[in-house]
C-alpha cells in the first residue's frame, strides 16, 4: 500500500497528449500536449479565437466527446478521476431563478457530495473570499464580483486537487482582483493545481509559475518571462517620440531592424516601439537614427513586461 501511495504522488495530476479539435471547416487545437505539478499555477494566454477556452472545456470534460488525444488525470484516463477537477466557466453558472443556497446544493449534489457538505465548503470559502452574503438572496440581489466569486466557490465545493478558470479576473477591479489572486496563491500552497486564462498579462506574470502560450492552436511557448524573452530576443524596450517621421524614414528603419534582427513592437504617427536584445542593437539604432537627421521629443530604455513580449509571440 506504501508503494502504491507513493506511486500516486509522483503522478502528475494532470498531462495531455496530442490534444486536438476541429470544427467541420476549422481547426482549432492541434497536437497540445502539456503537463502541471502538484502546487502549480499556470496561465494560458494568446489572441482571441486561438482555443484557450476550448481547451479548458476539454480538460475540464465540457467537451467529452469529438477531440483527439489522451487526457490523464494522476496517471489514469480522465473518465475515472473527473471528480478531481473543479471548472469555473467563463460566464457565471449560477441558476438565476434559485437562491445561493439552493445553488450551493445542487452544485454540490452534482459534485458528488451531500447538501451539507456543500453548505459547509460553501461557508467555509465564502468568509476566505469575503463574501458573507444571506444565503437566500437570488443572485441578481448580489454584485457581479461577487456572483464571480460565487462561481469559483460552487466549483471548489468538492475539494478537487485541479482548478480550471476560464478568465476568472474579468469585470473585477482591483481589490476584487488582489482578494482573488491571494485566494488562489494559498490554494497553491495546499498543493493544488491551478490553470487559468486572462487577458491582463501583466498582472498575470507576477503571480504564475509558468506561462503557456497558444498561437494557431498549438503550443507556442512554455516557461517564465525570462525563458520567452531569450526565445524571442527581446531584453529591453526602446521607446521614442520623433518630432519629425516621414515614410521614407520610416522605410529606412524597417529595412534596418530586419538587418539587425530588431522588432519593431508598436507603432503609430510618429512613436515607434522597438524591442532589442543587446546594448549594442541599441548602439547601432542610435546611429542609423542619427544618420537619417531624426529628431525625437521623448525616448526610454527599460527591460518589456509581458504585455510587450506578446506582440512578438
Known amino acids: 500500500m506504501k508503494f502504491f501511495n507513493k506511486l500516486i504522488k509522483k503522478q502528475k495530476p494532470l498531462t495531455t497528449s496530442s490534444v486536438g479539435f476541429s470544427y467541420p471547416n476549422q481547426e482549432v487545437l492541434r497536437d497540445i500536449s502539456l503537463s502541471i505539478k502538484s502546487g502549480e499555477l499556470i496561465s494560458i494566454i494568446g489572441e482571441s479565437g486561438c482555443g484557450k477556452s476550448t481547451l479548458l472545456k476539454i480538460i475540464a470534460g465540457i467537451i467529452s466527446t469529438s477531440y483527439q488525444g489522451k487526457i490523464k488525470i494522476f496517471g489514469k484516463p480522465k473518465l475515472f478521476n473527473?471528480?478531481?477537477?473543479g471548472f469555473t466557466p467563463q460566464e457565471v453558472s449560477l441558476i438565476p431563478d434559485l437562491s445561493i443556497l439552493d445553488n450551493i446544493k445542487i452544485f454540490g449534489l452534482n459534485s458528488g457530495i451531500t447538501e451539507n457538505q456543500a453548505i459547509k465548503k460553501a461557508n467555509e470559502l465564502m468568509q476566505i473570499l469575503k463574501l458573507e452574503e444571506d444565503l437566500n438572496k437570488l443572485p441578481s440581489q448580489i454584485?457581479?464580483?461577487?456572483?464571480?466569486?460565487?462561481?469559483?466557490?460552487?466549483?471548489?465545493?468538492?475539494?478537487?486537487?485541479?482548478?480550471?478558470?476560464?478568465?476568472?479576473?474579468?469585470?473585477?477591479?482591483?481589490?476584487?482582483?488582489?482578494?482573488?489572486?491571494?485566494?488562489?496563491e494559498s490554494l497553491r500552497k495546499k498543493g493544488k493545481s491551478i490553470i487559468l486564462t486572462s487577458h491582463l498579462l501583466t498582472e498575470t506574470q507576477e503571480h504564475v509559475d509558468r506561462l503557456i502560450i497558444l498561437k494557431k492552436g498549438k503550443v507556442f511557448f512554455s516557461g517564465n518571462l525570462e525563458k520567452l524573452k531569450a526565445k524571442l530576443k527581446i531584453n529591453y524596450i526602446y521607446e521614442i517620440r520623433f518630432t519629425h517621421l516621414s515614410k521614407s524614414n520610416l522605410k529606412e528603419i524597417r529595412k534596418y531592424c530586419t538587418y539587425k534582427d530588431v522588432k519593431i513592437l508598436d507603432s503609430y504617427e510618429k512613436y515607434l516601439m522597438f524591442g532589442i536584445n543587446t546594448e549594442r542593437q541599441k548602439s547601432y539604432l542610435l546611429k542609423l537614427l542619427q544618420k537619417l537627421n531624426l529628431k525625437w521629443s521623448e525616448i526610454s530604455f527599460r527591460e518589456p513586461n509581458l504585455d510587450e513580449t506578446f506582440l512578438k509571440a
Request: glycine fraction near 6%.
Open 82 to 85: 473527473k471528480n478531481k477537477i
Open 143 to 184: 454584485s457581479g464580483g461577487q456572483r464571480v466569486r460565487l462561481n469559483i466557490i460552487l466549483s471548489l465545493l468538492h475539494d478537487p486537487k485541479i482548478l480550471i478558470l476560464d478568465e476568472p479576473f474579468a469585470g473585477l477591479d482591483f481589490l476584487n482582483r488582489r482578494l482573488l489572486w491571494h485566494f488562489l
